[in-house]
């Protein structure tokens, strides 16, 4: 029982570390569909730190996404996507930033990869409190085995430590 539990938390470690990759290839993802520069820093940070670097991305992202409309501050009309100046009168757009034209597939896959990520958590944490239950359990047979395993030795030898002494006496 004790081995099963080492077995399970070994297997517990590689599904949180693959967790950890599928958390960074999420935020890459993510990042990448918003058009983001730093991608590959918040994706490298979430995949080495966990979770609060990917925290601290979703408060600093920004919301002007591929399913935010960005309207012209000069006459009112919402420009299309991707686009940076304003169709009708013409003038650029402060906030307009270039949408890659793949942003729905990357957005599609970070949430595939987020559900993922937090399934692959869920599993390792399970694995983790199982593993824990069978190394307490295999922990506790094994002292059980030793402790009726010295039970029959000292029994063993008191039987025969009397049946050499009454050899010897009588």
Do not use: E
């Not at 077995?7 to 570390?17: E, G, Q, R």
């Not at 990917?54 to 006459?75: E, F, H, K, Q």
């Not at 757009?93 to 958590?121: E, F, T, Y």
């Amino acid at each position: 029982m004790f081995f099963v539990g080492i077995a399970l938390l070994l297997i517990s470690l590689v599904l949180a570390i693959g967790s950890q990759v599928m958390l960074a290839l999420c935020i890459y993802n993510d990042a990448k569909a918003r058009g983001d520069q730093n991608a590959v820093l918040f994706a490298v940070l979430s995949g080495v730190l966990g979770v609060i670097p990917a925290i601290i991305y979703l408060v600093l992202r920004s919301n002007s996404g591929p399913d935010t409309a960005l309207m012209c501050p000069n006459c009112g009309v919402v420009l299309p996507q991707g686009a940076s100046h304003c169709p009708n009168c013409g003038m650029p757009h402060p906030k307009a930033r270039i949408i890659p034209p793949d942003a729905d597939v990357r957005s599609k896959r970070a949430k595939g990869l987020l559900i993922g990520w937090i399934v692959s958590l869920v599993l390792s944490i399970v694995l983790i409190v199982v593993s824990v239950v069978f190394m307490g359990m295999g922990a506790f047979s094994l002292a059980q085995d030793y402790n009726s395993n010295s039970y029959h030795y000292s029994y063993n030898y008191n039987d025969s430590l009397d049946r050499y002494l009454n050899d010897y006496y009588y």
